[in-house]
């Protein structure tokens, strides 16, 4: 089965900036929605971006202006680019290759902002 491991997290100061890296062990074109969440202590998980091949990006609004999600298709790679963070952004980030009633995961990556 193919899988995702995620990469680049780690400890950063506020305001400071982060890219995580998701890589397939294989190409997965036919799971066209590639996205990210995030799961902070305590809280539910949430979706941070999204992007569905040759089509529309989406962000959580509390990421807006200060992430980006780009694919590198050569690389089977997707990022989140991180910047400003803020201790808000603490959580374990996980990548997903998805199509309607499938998906495949990543293990998660820990990424602490601090103050």
């Known amino acids: 089965q193919a899988q995702l491991v995620e990469s680049g997290g780690g400890l950063v100061q506020a305001g400071g900036s982060l890219r995580l890296s998701c890589t397939s062990s294989?190409?997965?074109?036919?799971?066209?929605?590639r996205a990210w969440y995030r799961q902070a202590p305590g809280k539910q998980r949430e979706l941070v971006a999204s992007?569905?091949?040759?089509?529309?990006?989406n962000y959580a609004e509390s990421v807006k202006d200060r992430f980006t999600i780009s694919r590198d298709n050569v690389k089977n790679t997707v990022y989140l680019q991180m910047n400003s963070l803020n201790p808000e952004d603490t959580a374990v980030y996980s990548c997903?290759?998805?199509?309607?009633?499938?998906?495949?995961w990543g293990q998660g990556i820990q990424v602490i902002v601090s103050s």
């Open positions: 992007v569905i091949i040759g089509g529309h990006i």
């Open positions: 294989e190409n997965m074109f036919e799971l066209n929605v």
């Open positions: 997903t290759a998805a199509r309607p009633g499938y998906a495949v």
